[in-house]
């Protein structure tokens, strides 16, 4: 095998398994008009994966316009990226009095 191969194979590896660090999927309720948890702490790159447990319609929106989701029904999933450290205040569209807060760091 020769050098260059060898170097090509170990940082192949360490791409893989930094992506397999990085990439979570935190699973975030919406139930009983407020948003389980209220607080979300990610990683940057991991998603968050809102689901609507509710008889009534929600949507996950950010404050600053940067992410929302689609209006979900009873039992709909969105799943939305983060790819920035910072702290986002977010509400549902429909119910302004439902807020959480995501932190990405
Ligand atoms: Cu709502």
């Known amino acids: 095998m020769t050098k260059f191969f060898?170097?090509?194979?170990t940082?192949?590896?360490?791409i893989c398994l930094a992506g397999i660090a990085q990439a979570a999927d935190i699973k975030a309720d919406i139930k009983g008009m407020a948003f389980s948890p209220a607080t979300?702490?990610?990683?940057v790159g991991d998603t968050i994966t809102f689901t609507n447990r509710d008889g009534a319609p929600h949507t996950a929106t950010a404050a600053d316009g940067s992410f929302t989701t689609a209006t979900l029904r009873k039992g709909?999933?969105?799943t939305i990226a983060f790819d920035s450290a910072g702290t986002f205040a977010f509400f549902c569209k429909i119910h302004r009095g439902m807020k959480g807060t995501i932190v990405v760091q």
Do not use: H, P, W
Request: positive net charge.
């Open 40 to 43: 979300i702490t990610v990683s």
């Open 6 to 9: 060898k170097t090509f194979l």
């Open 11 to 14: 940082a192949g590896a360490a």
């Open 76 to 78: 709909k999933s969105e």
